[in-house]
């Protein structure tokens, strides 16, 4: 019964900004570090930023200073701010969530062009 809904991808052209959303159901939320990924076709899932449930952040280096990872535990929803957006952040973002046990969204689209 858990579930992680993500929302706000889509098409954007560079140097644009989306913001995605990830609420969770079934899950103690403020208990889990929460993380968004994203994976392109032929490429390996990278993780792009994580935040504990304490808090902490966490970016892949190729985003930083672009992108911001929060929570609203009373809305058990993760957001990814994505601002200068480049065509190489094209890709399926999805959400996840970590404690013991780790669960995924089902992943939302993200392309940047031109």
């Known amino acids: 019964q858990v579930q992680l809904v993500e929302s706000g991808g889509g098409l954007v052209q560079p140097g644009g900004s989306l913001r995605l959303s990830c609420t969770a159901s079934?899950?103690?939320?403020?208990?889990?570090?929460m993380g968004w990924y994203r994976q392109a076709p032929g490429k390996q899932r990278e993780v792009v930023a994580v935040?504990?449930?304490?808090?902490?952040?966490s970016y892949v280096v190729s985003v930083k200073g672009r992108f911001t990872i929060s929570r609203d535990n009373a809305k058990n929803t993760v957001y990814l701010q994505m601002n200068s957006l480049k065509p190489e952040d094209t890709a399926v973002y999805y959400c996840?969530?970590?404690?013991?046990?780790?669960?995924w969204g089902q992943g939302t689209q993200v392309t940047v062009s031109s």
């Open positions: 996840n969530a970590a404690r013991q046990d780790s669960y």
């Open positions: 079934g899950i103690t939320f403020a208990m889990y570090a």
């Open positions: 935040i504990g449930s304490g808090g902490s952040r």
